[in-house]
């Protein structure tokens, strides 16, 4: 069961990371001078993205509504989040490897296809979209009621029995 100082250190990390994706986001462009540090920059943002996944993931594992067996209800409630969260780490993994092979030898010179153009404006929208559903999902998951037997619970789990 997650208590309360427990998620007050998940919520913590979770922000943290999204923080740092953030700030990559927002000023990755600004360090193309230099792509080795730009690499290692989009190399941790991926994987704070995919550790961002995991721990929504075990916050998700760690319900009560999980072991009780209602795996259904939960994926329901959440599908939006995990559809995002996948479209963009693919999207995120695609841009920078478009941006990194256009810049690495050229870094200084302004490189822009169109369809890079068109894939950076695309991820930046749907992470604007990840960070509303992360942030939402991670409080909604700090509700002691899915860490607990209760009416709606009992009610849900009589439906799908049914």
Same mark, same amino acid.
Not at 11 to 21: F, R
Not at 57 to 76: A, C, I, P, R
Not at 140 to 160: Q, T
């Given at each position: 069961? !997650?208590?309360?100082?427990? @998620?007050?250190?998940?919520?913590?990390?979770?922000?943290?990371?999204?923080?740092?994706? /953030?700030?990559?986001?927002?000023?990755?462009?600004?360090?193309?001078?230099? %792509?080795? &540090?730009? !690499? &290692?920059?989009? +190399?941790?943002?991926? +994987?704070?993205?995919?550790?961002?996944?995991?721990?929504?993931?075990?916050?998700?594992?760690?319900?009560?509504?999980?072991? &009780?067996?209602? &795996? $259904? !209800?939960?994926?329901?409630?959440?599908?939006?989040?995990?559809?995002? $969260? $996948?479209?963009?780490?693919? /999207?995120?993994? =695609?841009?920078? =490897?478009?941006?990194?092979?256009?810049?690495?030898?050229?870094?200084?010179?302004?490189?822009?296809?169109?369809?890079?153009?068109? !894939?950076?404006?695309?991820?930046?929208?749907?992470?604007?979209?990840?960070?509303?559903? @992360?942030?939402?999902?991670?409080? @909604?998951?700090?509700? %002691?009621?899915?860490?607990?037997?209760? $009416?709606?619970?009992?009610?849900?789990?009589?439906?799908?029995?049914?």
């Amino acid at each position: 069961m !997650l208590q309360t100082g427990n @998620y007050s250190l998940v919520l913590l990390i979770q922000t943290t990371l999204l923080a740092y994706d /953030l700030f990559v986001n927002a000023f990755s462009e600004l360090l193309r001078g230099t %792509p080795v &540090v730009q !690499l &290692v920059l989009f +190399i941790m943002q991926d +994987i704070a993205i995919l550790f961002n996944m995991i721990i929504i993931l075990l916050m998700m594992f760690n319900t009560y509504v999980f072991q &009780v067996g209602l &795996v $259904s !209800l939960l994926l329901k409630q959440f599908r939006a989040l995990l559809l995002f $969260s $996948s479209i963009y780490l693919t /999207l995120s993994i =695609c841009l920078h =490897c478009w941006l990194l092979n256009l810049r690495w030898l050229e870094s200084n010179g302004f490189v822009w296809t169109d369809g890079l153009q068109a !894939l950076f404006v695309f991820q930046r929208t749907v992470a604007v979209l990840y960070y509303y559903l @992360y942030k939402r999902t991670a409080e @909604y998951l700090g509700d %002691p009621r899915l860490y607990e037997a209760s $009416s709606w619970l009992r009610d849900a789990f009589s439906r799908a029995r049914q």
